[in-house]
């Protein structure tokens, strides 16, 4: 009954609104007209030309250069919490790797399903296998961080599953990066800022410098660099007498360079010779547990606190060709390259095995990634039909290289033991792809598209995935999209191969413990399996109702269904004769490893209204309310899950998110204020589960156009300076009265208030 | 949940009944077809014995904006008329000529054959204006700008007037 109500008042609004039409633009001056904004458009999800993505048959949105520029956000991860609720990204303290690369989820599902393009083309992922229990736990996901925002021209997110047009990975959606293009400004900026308790200073400075070539040609080169200096919130530590604080908890010491070179040289007969090159550059210090003093030992007796060092080197190399064969068919052919290299070091710790001669500096060992992809892209309209095809080859490589003897013998580095020689690998696999892709325009209102996309990997076997998605304009302005289809990921080489272990001491006796390869002796005697690839069945359904094209309502439904998700299993002790036998033969106390774990279905709904206003005194006010609802339920299970990883998936982000987002133009003040709701979720620990409750934070930015060459921004993230619920336990290293008072988890990260300046030349 | 979608709901009427003057972004084909119309007011005709402005559309993708925008309307006291073709030889006698879709090989035939006609060339073609043409409309961040090739304009005996030039970069260019 009362959808029924819902249903009859939009209706009668739907009604009333289409009688409003209102077209002035002819009696506009073309100078007016030039100053006009035109739509927004986005090709993600369809192999059409480029369309408004309120067109779209699938859920898309579309952030601008502009609203990145006036978010005053620094880094990518920042950039898609801020206007994508239902992105989650998190900064995590005392968690190895994870502290130097921001893990990320959308719609609640993992990092990994997540695919994420440059200009069209797949970005390779980092090296770093995420061990820690977290929303990224178990994942290798791509370091978005790697590319500096200033370069990014706009940046297109697809809610849905898209594995059928786009491989492996497109489970929960696509982010689809597009680089500035031609541009007619270049700009050089700085920006300063810290956070509200006095620490984490970051400076950043950005310089983006545009050359046009022949037939709208371009030369592009991006540099950014960025120092940001640790926050410290942690608490007290009180197994030291008196307490105090040691352990690092917040952001981490980081030093960042990047650059990118984005190029475009077009002939005369169409042909367009692309290339970019992404660099960048990262080295990031964060800390592990505090080792108290201890009188025996012969280095550091009065305590120490190891410091991880983690130098990370992220490149990739875009070249292709496209053109128009002459009877208009389109054609592309790309190479990609990319390299992540993930350099560990520990310093200011020791090797407790090696007693006085321990070193106090340790080479901890890298992981390598490299992923090359080669395309073949055609596509040609031929009436009512778009029609593309295309071939894909990809060759991948991960590699384990080894520490310093010294830093994996006997019990290892304190703070984190190094790769060993038993941990090395160096794995590759190839795969094949072949898709094909049909949009048929009916007439002006209804479009159908359908998509298949055959994949071979050397290594699991092959698969065959199929999307279905219409678009159909019941009135002008009301559009109702559907999408429906399958989708896979790949077990990532790194949870194919890797393995982690380390040595502890266990009633007097070294033992290993720590991650094996599925492969291995000991994880088979404990039921591990070859992975197979994740799959998936995908729903969506909403409409976009446009007043005019600068308003618009967005309701989406969606459902994922995923089988076999890969996790990194529960630790597990022998429990048979049998697997006693394997373990002793290899020392083992206890070990975890990958394997197709569980089935899981994750729906939700997200509704987005948008619209931009112009007051009679010339003022713009353009403002965006979206509300997100997400919730995945585990609905099957492969082996047994511990309680608190059943809770971490269906509970450990918040459900609902929404977003008010408001950005207002007046003379030459440009002022974006948002205002963002966390809702609630919980963390495990222990035996216990702990709610967080729902958090609102406050961002604000402040822009003044000096004169047609220099803006000055003032601005803040959570301003109102909002933290998050603490453990609700008591404990030395977890717990509110601990040393990390609150989880890792936070969608708001720990340090609190940022506050900064920026300037912004453009010549 | 409920909650929020009552509030959608009231956003959503009272957006629509008091906001219905709303400004729009505007789409993108129907912009370049208003500017066609708006760049003819910057040109200095010459008489001719029509009594109709004719702008013709070569291999139309801009939808039907060009005859609803243009519809009734008059450009040099001449009453508008929409020509589409999808064959260069079928063009007859033109003010301007759009060309709305064409191949490097396509264009170069399109702008010989046209040659000393006295037609403006307008086109979003990639490089147009670069190509040969004399007018190009493209788009960067998210606004439409113009580049018009002058020794182009010049040598086809269109007269531009100095105030579009004002508003357009000036490019160079023809078939190599």
Redesign the interface.
Known sequence: MKLLK?IS??ST?LL??SL?A?DD??DK???S?????????SEIGSREQAK?FLDSKSPVDVI???QIEESGQTKLTNVLKYFVPGFNTIETSVSDGTDHINGFTLRGMSSDQILVLVNGKRLHTSALMNEIPNISGGTTHVDLNTIPVVAIEKIEILRDGAAAQYGTDAISGVISIILKG???KNTISLHAGQRKEGDGEQVQLDSFLSVPL????FANLTLSANLQNRTQRAGEDRRLDPPSVQTWMGLPDSKNISGVLNTEI?Q???SVIYSNAIVSYRDSESSTFYRVPDENRAIYPNGFLPIMNAKILDYSFTLGVKG?F?D?TQWDISNVYGYNNFDYSLNDTMNYTLGAVSPTSFDNGNLTFIQNTTNLDLKKNIGQFNLAAGLEYRYENYKIEAGDETSYAGTGTQGFSGFSSEDETDSSRENYAAYIDTVYNVN?DLSIEGALRFEDYSDFGSTQNIKISSGYKIIEKLLLRTTASTGFRAPSLAQSNFSHTSHFVTNDQLSLKGIFTPDHAVSQILGAQELESESSVHFTTGAVYQ?????S?MIDYFYTKVDDRILLSDKKSASTPEEQAIFDEYGVSNASYFTNAINTKTQGID?K?N????FDNGSKLNST?W?Y?GETEIIGFNEDVSLNKINDIENGQPKSN?RILNNYKVDKYNITLNISRFGSFSSSLGSGVYDIDPVITTDLDINYEVNNNLDISIGGTNIFDETLDKWGRSNIFLGYDGILTTTNNSPIGVSGAYYYIKASIKF | MKKIIFIFIFIFIFISIFYNNLYAYEVEDKLKSIIVGKIAKFINWENSDSNEFIITVYKNQLGNYFNSIHKGKKINDKKIRIKYINNIENLKFTNILYISKATSSELSSILNYIHEKNILTISDLRGFAQKGGIIQIYSLSQKLKLNINLKKAKKENIKIKASLLRMANIVEGGRP
């Open positions: 819902y008042i939009i609004t009333v609104t409003h209102t633009l002819d001056s073309l100078a007209i030039l100053n006009e904004t035109i739509e927004l458009k408004n601008s250069a502009k031609k541009s007619d022949d037939y709208d040609g077009a005369y007969n169409d128009r002459s208009d002006k007043f005019s094209n600068k308003t309502l509704i209204f619209s931009e206003y112009t309310i509300y609802y929404f």
